[in-house]
């Protein structure tokens, strides 16, 4: 049998999700479930609102099956927009407790690997049932919010609704027309008025972006690097970029995710909250940016330290997503708590908001699913379908989970830059030094963007630029090793 890559990076990510306490495969229970399952057509009640006639459209990235949000705006006579974020209403045919429920439950979340995608949900859920998809009426839960000129949230609603979405499109060729470097895609121009909706969007988009960047939200640049493949063949690692259309879908699930956390606590429930606290570690950033010769100050202060962190992205843009990557393990990683009503309001350090629960994306996150339940429990006014004892032991998990999904994710990256290399043994590379730790010095190279282990010759410092030269790689484990040259 020849030597297949793609199954070989697979089996590679199965045995890491196991590794990792992660589940790769559904149960016999859950399948059989699956296959007794009706479509979700969207079927009208006194409390589903009739929304198929609005422009909605769903942007994510070109292969995404999973659609769960869709998006339409309407420009108010107050110089105000309305903007309305309808997601995906998983819990119509995943019911608590269910096979299919539990094993999404163990995971809490989707593991996307390059060969091989670990959904949550099974496939015929996430990317047909109760995905979001181009020309199927589905049911959703609406967040409805109207933003002023300045991109303040005067009122906001939540309710459920059936919805159709008009077109499916794709960051990148999104951004393109948005910056004026392509024509409006395809599945846009073929709907009349779609193209003035993008605008808006993205017009209160970046309004939304700005404010919260005064108040001191943190915009980062990390090295996550993706495996382009050709066939079963890795043909390159390429790197994702922030675009236009990228910030347009975060801003409006940013204020979608605000929106719900304050509706859950108007309503005196209990919900789970994604929170990034001030940081532990503060002293240690202030030393950073000292290094630098930046000056922040002693108290934690995320205005300040964005300040910091935009003008080093224009100085040294070459360092930069060291720095981010830098920063972000000194602030400490996010983590599900369970908000009690009335309760002083952690909230998220790093998106300088208050408020913010994870609900935008049901097919891929439990915590999602969890919020949408307890959302359609407060509509309804009947007792939420979660103790408090389960939502903390339940955000626990989470939390714990969803680290070992990172870790999975990681460890194919590595074993999908490792194989690309396998054949350039010997090769010179241009790199810089990214982290030194325990006699350990690790140098990420520019092409492909890949990251390694290198033995040095001499004292070296983080930042500084050298040659290397590529000695072996481990697919299986992920290792890269160089040496320095000259």
């Known amino acids: 049998m020849s030597y ?18 992660l589940e790769p495969e559904f149960s016999p229970a859950a399948l059989a479930q699956l296959k007794a399952l009706p479509v979700q057509t969207g079927a009208q009640s ?4 009739d929304l198929t006639g609005l422009l909605w459209c769903s942007i994510d990235n070109d292969d995404s099956r999973d659609l769960d949000q869709l998006t339409v705006s309407e420009t108010l006579g107050t110089g105000g927009v309305r903007v309305l974020v309808a997601i995906a209403d998983v819990d119509a045919l ?13 995971n809490t979340t ?19 049932l109760t995905s979001l998809n181009e020309g199927e009426a589905r049911l959703a839960v609406v967040t409805e919010m109207v933003f002023d000129g300045e991109g303040s949230l005067t009122s906001s609603d939540v309710y459920r ?29 073929v709907v009349a008025g779609l193209d003035e909706q993008l605008r808006v969007q993205d017009g209160i988009a970046q309004v939304l972006r700005a404010r919260r960047r005064e108040a001191g939200a943190l915009e980062f640049q990390t090295f996550q690097p993706k495996a382009k493949f050709d066939g079963e063949a890795v043909i390159a690692i390429e790197q994702q970029e922030q675009n236009r259309a990228r910030q347009l879908i975060e801003e409006f699930m940013i204020a979608t995710n605000g929106a719900t956390a304050k509706f859950l606590a108007a309503k005196g429930r209990a919900s ?9 570690n503060w002293d240690r950033i202030v030393e950073v940016a000292a290094e630098r010769g930046a000056a922040l100050p002693r108290l934690a202060d ?56 994870h609900s935008t994306a049901p097919n891929r996150r439990y915590p999602d699913l969890i919020t949408s339940r307890l959302v359609k429990a407060a509509l309804k006014g009947v007792p939420s379908p979660y103790s408090h004892a389960e939502l903390a032991q339940l955000a626990e998990h989470c939390t714990k989970q969803e680290d070992a999904a990172n870790k999975v994710e ?71 090793d160089f040496t320095q040259i000259g």
């Open 4 to 21: 297949d890559p793609r199954r070989h990076l697979a089996d590679i990510a199965a045995s890491a999700m196991v590794d990792k306490g």
């Open 46 to 49: 006194a409390d589903i609102r």
């Open 94 to 106: 995943v019911k608590k407790d269910t096979p299919i429920d539990l094993h999404a439950q163990a």
């Open 110 to 128: 989707s593991v996307y690997t390059g060969a091989r995608i670990f959904p949550m949900l099974p496939e015929m859920l996430s990317t047909d």
């Open 161 to 189: 609704a059936r919805v159709l979405n008009k077109a499916k499109l794709a960051y990148d060729s999104v951004s393109a027309w948005i910056e004026g470097e392509a024509a409006l895609p395809k599945p846009a121009a």
């Open 272 to 280: 789970i909250r994604r929170v990034v606290r001030v940081p532990k």
């Open 302 to 357: 995320a205005a300040a330290l964005e300040k910091f962190l935009a003008a080093e992205r224009k100085r040294d843009p070459l360092r930069f997503p060291d720095l981010s990557l830098t920063i972000i393990k000194l602030m400490g990683s996010g983590e599900y708590v369970v908000e009690m009503p009335g309760a002083t309001n952690v909230g998220h350090f790093g998106l300088a908001v208050r408020e913010y629960s």
């Open 410 to 480: 990681r460890h194919v990256r590595k074993s999908e830059a490792a194989m690309l290399l396998r054949k350039q043994i010997g090769r010179t590379f241009e790199g810089i030094i990214t982290g030194i730790a325990k006699g350990n010095v690790w140098v990420r190279i520019f092409n492909p963007p890949a990251e390694g282990q290198v033995v040095v010759s001499r004292t070296v410092k983080i930042g500084q630029k050298m040659s290397v030269r590529l000695d072996r790689v481990n697919i299986e484990r992920g290792f890269i």
